[in-house]
C-alpha cells in the first residue's frame, strides 16, 4: 500500500475501497457492494474515467487482413491542430511484442499487418473527435498480400504462411488404449460452431497517467492485471515498480479482457506526451479491439458395443486462432483433453490443432474450448443412442464419468462426477405445457407476428458437459491475498486486498463473505484491485472463488493464528475462535473483545496460496493429470420451432449443475442464468460473420444476443457436492452452464425439425432447408 | 456541426429552405446511429421536437392524418383500430426505449429498404405530405421511395404527415428476425384487404433495393377472389389459390444475400408470409361476418 503514495492524483472514477457494512458469511447471499450502483447508473465503469488535464486517444487500425506496410506517414496528422501525439511502432521504447502466451503480437504493427482492425498507429488530442480526424490523416501505403481464411486450407503445405515459423500454432496428440479397436456400432459426425464474440457491454476502456516518478499508473478495465503490467512493462522498457495498474469499472469481460487491447497504447501515449490519456473503443471498435471465441472445425468418431457402452472415440478439433496466438495454445488444451466430454472411453484418439490464419484473433471466451467440442461430442450421443436403440439420456447414464473414473488423458478424477445424476435431474424437472398459449411473445418470431401456431413443432434436447476449473498443464497457477485486521473506530475492521479482478461476478462479496466467515468480524473493506499486492492470477477459468478465496482465506487463517496466539498469551488460554468481534473460547465463552486484543497494532498478512499442482501432458500419448478440478452440468431445453421459417422460440432451459459448494448462493444462480443464456446465444444467433478476413457484422445490431424475450425462464437445481481439495469444497461455476445449454438448445432444434444441423449457431436458413 | 431548433413548421420549412443540407431529427433513432458511426456529418442537425403540431393526429372523414413526430408507442397505444397494420408493424420496432422516440416519418427519411413502416404504408395506399417554403405536395408510398437508403424529397423539403385510410378490412403484418425481439427485418410483409372495394393492398420489406408492392399479386388475389364470389360468401379461400398469392409475392422481390439472411431464404419467408398473413386477414373477414350475422 505504500507503493501508491507516489501517485500525484486520483481520476474521478477510480475505484474506491468497498466498505459496506452488510453482514454476510459463506453459504449467505449479501448484497452486492456494486449492485444498487450499477442497477440506478451510478457505477463508475473504465469508461467514466475523467482528470481534467487528459487528452484522448484513439487508434488507428489496418483496413486490411493481410498486408505489407511499404511506409507511414504522419506529417498531416500531427500537423492538425489539437493533436498532441502520432505515435508507430518506431517509437515504441521497449520490445514491441505482447501477447499472453507467446509474445509473438507487436503493440503497434511493423512490416505487416495480419489482420483487419491490427493497431498501427495511435493519435492523442485534446478532444477524441480531433484525434479521430487525425487519425484519418495517417497515411499508410499497404501492399496486400495472399489471405489465410481457411483453417484447414492453412495447414496446407502450400499455403502462404501468416508468420515465419508457419501456421501451426499447437497440435495436441492424445493416444489411449488400443489405437486399432473396432466396434460393432460406428456413429460419426462433422461439426462447425462459427465464431462467438464475449459481447461485454462496456467498451475497452482506460486511463493512464504519467506519474512523477518516470512510470504510468493505469486504470483499467481488465482480467489479469499482473500479465497486462508484465506485457506494458516490455514494450514501454520499465520494471514493474514502474507500471502500476489498478482496475477500473468493468462491464464484463468474459475471456475477452484478458489479452491486452488499449492498455498499453493509453500508456505509451501518455509517456510520450506527459499527459494523462483516456481511451474508450466505440462499439464497432469493440468488435476488432479483443479477441474471440475460436471458431472450430471438428470431426468426431464414436464406436460402441450394441448396447450403447462406449468402446472407443476420434476427433479431430481445429480451432482457427486467427492472426496471433493470444491463449490458442491452451484452448487446443482444453478442447484435446476435455473434448470428449464426461464420457469414459476405453481407448482414445485425438487431433487437436490451433492455426493462424488472417482472421481475428481468437483467445480466451468462456468454455475456452469446451463449448465448440461440446457440439460435437452431445450431437454424436443422441446419434449414438439413436443407433443403439437407447434413450438419449440412457446413454448418458452408461458412459457418464463417475467418481473415480479415468479420463481420456488417464487422469483420475478424484471428486464427485455426477454425471448420471446431472442428465437424471434435469430429465426429471417439469416440462412446460404443450400448449404455450396465444400471445405473440411465446411464439417463434415473437411480436414480429410470423406464425399463431403454424409450422411449429416441439423438441426436447439433453445435453451433460464437463469443464476444467482452474489454469491446468503444470501452469503455476497462484494467488495472493493481503488481509489486515486492525481496530478503526472502537471496531474490528478486516481488509483484504487482492489483484483478482472484480468484472461482474460478484468476487469482492465473495472476499467480503470469506473474511467474515474467518475472522468473525462484520465490517470487511475490500481494497482497489491494483498491482501493489501480488498477483491474483486471471478472472478465468472458473477459478476466482477457488483460487483467489483459497488465498483471501489463508490469509485470514494467518492473520488469526497471530490474533490468536497473542490473545492466547495474554489471557492464558488455548484453543480459541473469533466470532463477533469476541476473542471466543471452543466452548462459546466471551473471553475478550477481539478490539482489546488488536489494540493499536494490526495485524496483516500476505499468503500465496497455489491449488495442487497439475502436470504436462505427454506429447505423443496426451496422458497426464493435466487439470486440478472438473465441473460437471446438464441442461435440457424445450423448444417450439417454426419448421418453415426456421425461427425458434426457447420454451425451457433447465438445468442441475454441481458446485461444490455455493458461497453465494445468490451469485451462483446468477452466473447459471446468464452462462445458460450466452450458451443459448451461440446456438441461436451469435456469430462474428467473417468472409475474406473480414468482419461483417461489427455492430449490435447485427451481431445478435439474447434479449429478455429469447432466454426463457429456468429451473435451476444446483447440487453441493464438496470437493475435499478445495477451499471449503468449492467448484468453479461460471463456464459450465456456457457449454451445456448450447448443444442442449441444439438438440431440441434437431429433435423437433429432424434435421441433422451439424453447425451453429443455426440460422433460419439451415431450418427452413435453404442451404446445403 | 449547427444544430437548428425550430419553434413552429413555419420556422422549420425556413431553416430547411436555408439549409438543405440540413437532417432533420425527432426522436434520433436512426440519425443519431449514423452519426455516432461516423458515417456521416452532415452540416446542420434539424431538430423537430419543439414543433408541438406535428405530434399531433387527427381524423379527417375516412382518413387519419398522421403528424411526422408521432412516435411508434402512440400509434399502438393510439390507433390500433383504424391502423391495425401500421400498428402491427410499429410493435415490431426496436425496443419500448425506440418506439417511445421513433416515428413513422423517420423510417420515411432514411428510406431503409429495413424500415418496418413501409410495408403496411405500402399495402393501405399511404399518402406522404411533404412541404417546403415553395408549397406543400402529396406523394403515394409506392412513389417515396427511390433507391436504397434514397426518397424522393427536395433538398428543402420536409415530412409534414402521413395520410392513411382508416382500415376498411383486415390488415396484417409479419417481420422476419433472427431473435424475438429488438432486430431488424430480414424480411417484412403486409397485407390490407378491403371487401368492399374488392382490393387488396401488400407492401414488401427487406427484400428489394426499396421497400416495394407486390401488384401482381394484389391484383390476382383480389381477380380470383372476385371471380369466385368469395368477397361476398367470405368462404375459404382455396389452398391453391393462397400458394399461388405466395408465389406472386416472392417474384415481385429481388433481395440480395448478407449478413442478416440469404436472397434465397428471403424469397422463402415472403411466401410463407404472404400465405400465412391471408390466412389470418381472410379468418378476421370471417369472423367480422359471423358476428354481424
Request: charged residues 30%.
Given at each position: 500500500m505504500s507503493q501508491m503514495s507516489t501517485r500525484t492524483k486520483q481520476p474521478v472514477g477510480a475505484p474506491t475501497s468497498a466498505t459496506n457494512t452488510e453482514s454476510g458469511r459463506i453459504g449467505d447471499s449479501p448484497l452486492r457492494p456494486d449492485g444498487t450502483l450499477k442497477v440506478t447508473g451510478e457505477f463508475a465503469y473504465a469508461s467514466d474515467l475523467w482528470m481534467d488535464d487528459m487528452i484522448w486517444g484513439v487508434t488507428l487500425r489496418s483496413p486490411h487482413p493481410h498486408a505489407r506496410i511499404r511506409s507511414i506517414d504522419i506529417g498531416p496528422a500531427l500537423a492538425t491542430p489539437g493533436v498532441y501525439a502520432v505515435l508507430t511502432a518506431d517509437d515504441i521504447p521497449g520490445r514491441n511484442a505482447v501477447g499472453l502466451e507467446f509474445d509473438d503480437q507487436p503493440a503497434l504493427a511493423t512490416g505487416v499487418v495480419r489482420y483487419q482492425g491490427?493497431?498501427?498507429?495511435?493519435?492523442?488530442?485534446?478532444?477524441?473527435?480531433?484525434?479521430?480526424?487525425?487519425?484519418?490523416?495517417?497515411?499508410?501505403?499497404?501492399?496486400?498480400?495472399?489471405?489465410?481464411?481457411?483453417?484447414?486450407?492453412?495447414?496446407?503445405?502450400?499455403?502462404?504462411?501468416?508468420?515465419?515459423?508457419?501456421?501451426?500454432?499447437?497440435?495436441?496428440?492424445?493416444?489411449k488404449g488400443d489405437q486399432s479397436v473396432k466396434a460393432p456400432v460406428v456413429v460419426s459426425t462433422d461439426f462447425e460452431v462459427g465464431m462467438q464474440d464475449q459481447a461485454f457491454l462496456g467498451p475497452e476502456s482506460g486511463l493512464a497517467v504519467p506519474a512523477e516518478d518516470g512510470g504510468v499508473d493505469l486504470y483499467v478495465a481488465t482480467q489479469w492485471l499482473h500479465v497486462d503490467q508484465k506485457q506494458i512493462c516490455n514494450v514501454l522498457g520499465l520494471p514493474p515498480e514502474k507500471v502500476r495498474l489498478t482496475l477500473a469499472g468493468v462491464g464484463g469481460a468474459f475471456g475477452g479482457r484478458e489479452d491486452l487491447s488499449m492498455h498499453v497504447h493509453a500508456c505509451l501515449l501518455a509517456m510520450h506526451t506527459g499527459k494523462p490519456v483516456k481511451m474508450v473503443?466505440?462499439?464497432?471498435?469493440?468488435?476488432?479491439?479483443?479477441v474471440h471465441r475460436h471458431p472450430a472445425r471438428m470431426r468426431f468418431e464414436y464406436g460402441a458395443q450394441p448396447d450403447g457402452r462406449l468402446v472407443y472415440g476420434k476427433a479431430e478439433i481445429i480451432f482457427d486462432g486467427g492472426a496471433y496466438a493470444s491463449s490458442t495454445a491452451a484452448v487446443v488444451g482444453n478442447g484435446g483433453t476435455l473434448g470428449m466430454g464426461p464420457y469414459v472411453f476405453p481407448s482414445v484418439t485425438v487431433d487437436c490443432y490451433g492455426v493462424y490464419t488472417n482472421n481475428p484473433p481468437c483467445g480466451a471466451m468462456r468454455g475456452f474450448g469446451c463449448v465448440q467440442a461440446a457440439f460435437a461430442h452431445e450431437s454424436l450421443m443422441d446419434e449414438l443412442a439413436d443407433a443403439v436403440g437407447a434413450s438419449r439420456i440412457g446413454v448418458r447414464e452408461l458412459n457418464g464419468m463417475t467418481e473415480g473414473a479415468e479420463n481420456i488423458t488417464g487422469q483420475v478424477i478424484d471428486s464427485a462426477a455426477p454425471v448420471a445424476e446431472l442428465i437424471r435431474k434435469v430429465a426429471e424437472l417439469p416440462l412446460p405445457p404443450a400448449d404455450t398459449g396465444s400471445d405473440l411473445r411465446s411464439m417463434p418470431g415473437g411480436v414480429a407476428n410470423t406464425t399463431h401456431g403454424e409450422g411449429v413443432r416441439r423438441g426436447v434436447g439433453y445435453a451433460v458437459t464437463y469443464k476444467n476449473i482452474g489454469f491446468s498443464e503444470g501452469f503455476d497457477d497462484y494467488s495472493t491475498a493481503r488481509v489486515r485486521l486492525e481496530v478503526v473506530n472502537h471496531e474490528p475492521v478486516a481488509t483484504v486486498h487482492t489483484a483478482a479482478a472484480e468484472v461482474g461476478q460478484g468476487l469482492i462479496t465473495i472476499e467480503q463473505q470469506i473474511a467474515r466467515t474467518e475472522l468473525g468480524v462484520q465490517r470487511v473493506v475490500v481494497h482497489p484491485k491494483d498491482t501493489s499486492v501480488g498477483s491474483g492470477g486471471s478472472t478465468s477459468a472458473s477459478r476466482q472463488t477457488y483460487v483467489t478465496g483459497g488465498a483471501v482465506k489463508a490469509a485470514c487463517e494467518a492473520?488469526?493464528?497471530?490474533?490468536?496466539?497473542?490473545?492466547a498469551r495474554t489471557l492464558g488460554a488455548e484453543d480459541l475462535v473469533l466470532d463477533g468481534g469476541k476473542v471466543v473460547s471452543r466452548s462459546g465463552e466471551v473471553l475478550a473483545d477481539l478490539v482489546d486484543v488488536l489494540g493499536e497494532v494490526p495485524v496483516e498478512e500476505t499468503v500465496e496460496w497455489r491449488h495442487r499442482p497439475t502436470e504436462a501432458i505427454d506429447p505423443e500419448t496426451g496422458q497426464g493429470n493435466a487439470h486440478v478440478q472438473y465441473a460437471f452440468s446438464a441442461h435440457r431445453a424445450v423448444v417450439d420451432v417454426d419448421v418453415e421459417l426456421g425461427l425458434v422460440k426457447v420454451v425451457a432451459l433447465d438445468t442441475a449443475q454441481d458446485v461444490g459448494r455455493a458461497l453465494n448462493p445468490a451469485a451462483v444462480i446468477g452466473q447459471i442464468q446468464g452462462g445458460s443464456a450466452q450458451g443459448m446465444g451461440l446456438a441461436l444467433m451469435e456469430e462474428i460473420i467473417v468472409s475474406d478476413g473480414h468482419i461483417r457484422n461489427p455492430s449490435f445490431t447485427d451481431y445478435l444476443i439474447p434479449t429478455i424475450l429469447d432466454m426463457p425462464p429456468m429451473q435451476i437445481e444446483v447440487l453441493e457436492y464438496a470437493d475435499p481439495h478445495a477451499p471449503y469444497g468449492v467448484r468453479g461455476v461460471g463456464e459450465p452452464p456456457t457449454i451445456s445449454s448450447g448443444p442442449a438448445v441444439a438438440a431440441a432444434i434437431r429433435q423437433a425439425t429432424g434435421l441433422p444441423l451439424r453447425r451453429v449457431p443455426i440460422r433460419p436458413e439451415h431450418i427452413a432447408g435453404l442451404v446445403e | 456541426m449547427d444544430f437548428l431548433r425550430p419553434t413552429s413548421w413555419a420556422e422549420a420549412l425556413e431553416a430547411k429552405a436555408a439549409h438543405p443540407g440540413a437532417v432533420p431529427i425527432a426522436g434520433g433513432t436512426d440519425v443519431m446511429v449514423e452519426l455516432n458511426f461516423d458515417r456521416h456529418r452532415p452540416e446542420a442537425l434539424l431538430d423537430l421536437n419543439q414543433v408541438t403540431e406535428l405530434q399531433q393526429w387527427a381524423e379527417d372523414g375516412t382518413r387519419i392524418r398522421l403528424g411526422a413526430g408521432v412516435t411508434y408507442t402512440r400509434i399502438i397505444e393510439e390507433l390500433g383500430d383504424p391502423l391495425p397494420g401500421l400498428a402491427m408493424a410499429s410493435r415490431t420496432v426496436g425496443s419500448p426505449q425506440i418506439r417511445n422516440r421513433g416515428t413513422v416519418a423517420g423510417n420515411l427519411g432514411a428510406a431503409s429498404p429495413a424500415g418496418d413502416a413501409h410495408p403496411p404504408l405500402l399495402a393501405t395506399g399511404a399518402e406522404i405530405r411533404v412541404a417546403s417554403t415553395r408549397g406543400t405536395r402529396t406523394l403515394r408510398a409506392e412513389d417515396f421511395y427511390t433507391g436504397v437508403k434514397r426518397n424522393a424529397l427536395e433538398p428543402d423539403e420536409l415530412i409534414e404527415a402521413v395520410v392513411l385510410e382508416k382500415a376498411k378490412g383486415p390488415q396484417q403484418f409479419a417481420k422476419i428476425g433472427t431473435r424475438n425481439a429488438m432486430v431488424i427485418s430480414v424480411a417484412a410483409f403486409a397485407i390490407a384487404l378491403d371487401p368492399e372495394a374488392g382490393t387488396v393492398g401488400t407492401g414488401i420489406g427487406s427484400a428489394a433495393p426499396t421497400p416495394r408492392r407486390a401488384r401482381d399479386a394484389e391484383t390476382f388475389l383480389a381477380g380470383e377472389l372476385a371471380a369466385h364470389g368469395l368477397w361476398e360468401t367470405r368462404g375459404a379461400i382455396p389452398d391453391s389459390l393462397t400458394r399461388e398469392f405466395g408465389e406472386r409475392v416472392r417474384r415481385a422481390a429481388s433481395p440480395i444475400d448478407d449478413v442478416r439472411g440469404t436472397a434465397a431464404y428471403r424469397l422463402h419467408s415472403l411466401a410463407v408470409m404472404a400465405r400465412r398473413t391471408l390466412g389470418w386477414a381472410w379468418a378476421d373477414l370471417q369472423n367480422d361476418q359471423r358476428k354481424a350475422s
Open positions: 491490427e493497431p498501427v498507429a495511435l493519435v492523442a488530442a485534446d478532444h477524441p473527435e480531433i484525434a479521430r480526424q487525425a487519425a484519418k490523416k495517417v497515411v499508410v501505403d499497404y501492399e496486400l498480400l495472399p489471405v489465410v481464411s481457411d483453417s484447414r486450407a492453412a495447414l496446407e503445405p502450400d499455403s502462404p504462411k501468416v508468420h515465419d515459423g508457419g501456421n501451426l500454432v499447437r497440435h495436441l496428440k492424445i493416444r473503443y466505440n462499439r464497432e471498435e469493440s468488435f476488432f479491439g479483443h492473520v488469526r493464528r497471530t490474533v490468536l496466539a497473542r490473545a | -
